[in-house]
């Protein structure tokens, strides 16, 4: 999986580095007798995935309300994929063999050839868009393509009539994915092609931490890169979105409810992680 695309919605990756012994990636967070559940997802997953680590059905089971990063089944409507396809998608005739560099776009095409891929049908998305794309074509040829933990709970939560709340609006996801690579298509471009042939390892390493929450593995794997590379993506997608969620997390330790909170793992991860604000903020951050 290319660097920045594990960073997304869909992303795919998306776990505190001081907690002394790493157990999962699910975390009890307390204060003044109030609790909330963080726990750190994995937005696309195999089915030997299955089934998650025990931490994940704790939360669960003491949670009444889960709280996921946006509606997962409102990216299931017509509408939403109209809208989705309009942002990243040209509108203006250009594809992206006018944006990128004559090298790149050789590269591109070559790899798309080989994988037997409709290159014209391709064309108009925007770079964002055709990493995921292309990521996610890899991802299922790996047998890796399947329901994620957001997904998961999803449907489980519906059946057993829990209460949902979300920290974003579809349409706001949409538009930070559209901004991926905005201004550096052609390293963007380049990032996903190089990481191609070592996606089944990468992945495995990944999701390996993962389950293990070992913050430190994650981040070096998936975010150290990012960060120092494409500090604006990461911004975008990471640190700017993080601080919008603050206040509404801050906020479940105020109700009766226990909330559940499920979002990618990356956004828990580091110095600039929900969990390192929280911990500053005076909560108490437990991992299971």
């Not at 909330?36 to 680590?53: F, K």
């Not at 704790?58 to 989705?84: C, G, N």
């Not at 868009?129 to 047998?143: A, C, K, P, W, Y």
């Amino acid at each position: 999986m290319n660097r920045l695309w594990k960073f997304t919605a869909a992303a795919t990756l998306c776990l505190f580095t001081t907690i002394a012994s790493a157990k999962s990636p699910v975390w009890q967070v307390s204060k003044d007798g109030q609790t909330v559940y963080l726990g750190g997802t994995v937005h696309v997953l195999a089915q030997s995935d299955y089934p998650l680590p025990e931490a994940f059905e704790h939360a669960y089971s003491k949670s009444q309300i889960l709280v996921l990063e946006m509606d997962m089944s409102a990216t299931q409507t017509p509408a939403f994929q109209q809208q989705m396809m309009k942002k990243m998608t040209y509108q203006d005739g250009r594809t992206y063999e006018d944006v990128l560099k004559p090298e790149t776009v050789k590269r591109l095409n070559t790899y798309m050839t080989e994988r037997q891929l409709p290159i014209a049908q391709l064309k108009p998305l925007k770079p964002s868009m055709l990493s995921i794309t292309l990521t996610m074509i890899e991802l299922q040829r790996l047998g890796i393509g399947g329901t994620g933990v957001d997904m998961f709970y999803t449907m489980r939560g519906n059946n057993d009539d829990k209460s949902f709340k979300f920290l974003e609006l579809p349409e706001e996801q949409i538009e930070f994915l559209a901004n991926m690579g905005q201004g550096y298509e052609d390293e963007y471009i380049n990032y996903t092609l190089d990481d191609m042939g070592r996606l089944a390892d990468m992945m495995a390493e990944m999701k390996a931490a993962w389950r293990d929450g070992d913050s430190q593995a994650l981040f070096d794997l998936a975010a150290k890169d990012w960060k120092d590379k494409f500090p604006k993506s990461y911004n975008s997608l990471i640190v700017t979105r993080n601080n919008n969620w603050i206040d509404d997390i801050e906020s479940y330790f105020k109700t009766d409810e226990v909330e559940f909170v499920l979002v990618g793992a990356l956004h828990l991860v580091g110095s600039d992680g929900v969990l390192k604000t929280l911990k500053d903020k005076g909560y108490t951050v437990k991992q299971l």
